[in-house]
């Protein structure tokens, strides 16, 4: 069976698209999947930063897409776990240099090598967005708890509802804090799944870790850490895979809203 | 349409995230239905309109709503009779198009553009939904 890509988009940019994708990343190879990420942000690379294989580019997508190189001479081989590989977007080139075409032709090349070929995409609605979304089998939506992510995160659902085939899309709630969240300053996660209605892939809290280890370049989830927000990357990684993991829903301590949320189909 | 006061009236001093959950459902019906507040006030003016033709009711007895269920959008109008009131119509058989009291209406959606498609858009209703709604709700019960 050939590998299942996912596009991770937001809407609003800033909210955790490319930490979540090269941690998502980490912790499916870390499963012993066969990983490929997608820098889909052509001229604003940034996922190569935040998995520290900056210094490691030769070829980028674009090479790729005119023909300057093959596929595979394009792609970084992570040598700290084993296959997992990062495909660059390129630096210097506006987003039109690929298309939507070109985007399920190269994805369809990966697909039999690999168990997951994730594609960070660029925030917005427009081209780069559209290149992101042409090959995805699932879609993850990023989202933060206060009401601009929400709000653009709703566009980017009904953008991706409209499509004409049927695409699976979860949520992912970025950087929640519970105690702002049980002090009422913080939408709940609650508060979030009743306007975006949505399946609730899972919940990240706000890590300090997160900004350390993109310093490192050593994404949370390779060093077995055990911050909250590793922790919760590897549930949702398990849970991509198939796995039943609770969720951690940090507002509730009776495991009332789980209930509900399970009772309503929303929660895996 | 209810403003923020309305919702929040004769509550304790809400929350802040209180206050944003409510705010986000309020500008998601603009962005969802494509419709600004001065068209869907116009729209809510025609809609209560109509009904008068056909029920002796006043304007405050009328209270257009938009509800949210999974992701469908709902425009709800929710009728409030006065049984003192002599309702000539509803003892006349129903024209064909007329409404019942407790209609409900799943708007068409507005364009085959990109955006999202269905008009109309959600909250969560503050006074009891109307029965034919929830018998023609998808989903079991509500969220509290």
Not at chain 1, 197 to 213: T, W
Request: hydrophobic letters at 40%.
């Amino acid at each position: 069976m050939g590998a299942r890509v996912i596009t991770v988009t937001s809407g609003k940019g800033g909210v955790g698209k490319t930490t979540a994708t090269a941690n998502l990343a980490v912790s499916l190879a870390s499963l012993g999947k066969r990983v490929v990420c997608v820098d889909a942000d052509i001229g604003l690379r940034n996922l190569d930063v935040v998995m520290g294989l900056e210094n490691r580019i030769v070829y980028d997508l674009v090479d790729v897409v005119e023909g300057r190189c093959r596929l595979r001479q394009a792609m970084v081989k992570d040598k700290r776990v084993a296959d997992l590989y990062l495909l660059p977007a390129a630096q210097t080139r506006d987003k039109t240099a690929v298309s939507p075409q070109d985007m399920i032709a190269l994805t369809n090349q990966l697909r039999t090598d690999y168990d997951f070929i994730l594609i960070d995409s660029p925030a917005g609605i427009e081209w780069g967005f559209r290149n992101a979304l042409a090959p995805a089998d699932e879609v993850i939506v990023i989202t933060n708890p206060e009401a601009p992510a929400v709000r653009d995160a709703d566009r980017i659902i009904g953008l991706i509802e409209a499509e004409e085939r049927r695409i699976p899309t979860s949520l992912l709630i970025n950087r929640a804090k519970p105690e702002m969240i049980r002090r009422g300053d913080m939408l709940s996660v609650n508060d979030v799944m009743e306007i975006l209605s949505i399946r609730l892939l899972g919940v990240i809290p706000d890590d300090e870790m997160v900004l350390i280890s993109t310093n490192r370049g050593m994404p949370l989830a390779m060093d077995n850490h055990r911050t909250p927000a590793a922790e919760s990357f590897r549930n949702i990684a398990r849970r991509l895979t198939g796995e039943k993991v609770p969720l951690e829903l940090f507002d509730d301590n009776s495991g009332i809203f789980r209930r509900l949320l399970r009772r309503l189909g929303l929660v895996s | 349409m209810a403003s923020l006061f309305d919702r929040f009236m004769g509550r304790k001093e809400p929350s802040s995230a209180e206050i944003a959950k409510e705010r986000l459902k309020l500008v998601l019906v603009t962005d969802r239905s494509n419709l600004s507040p001065e068209k869907l006030g116009e729209m809510q003016a025609e809609i209560i309109g109509v009904i008068k033709r056909y029920l002796n009711i006043e304007d405050t007895d009328v209270l257009i709503k938009y509800e949210q269920r999974d992701r469908k959008n709902y425009l709800v109008a929710d009728i409030s009779l006065n049984r003192d009131h002599n309702y000539a119509a509803l003892e006349a058989p129903a024209a064909p198009g007329s409404v019942a009291d407790d209609a409900v209406w799943e708007d068409a959606p507005e364009s085959p553009a990109d955006d999202a498609a269905d008009a109309g858009a959600g909250t969560d209703a503050d006074t009891p939904v109307d029965a034919a709604a929830k018998a023609n709700a998808d989903s079991p019960a509500e969220p509290d």
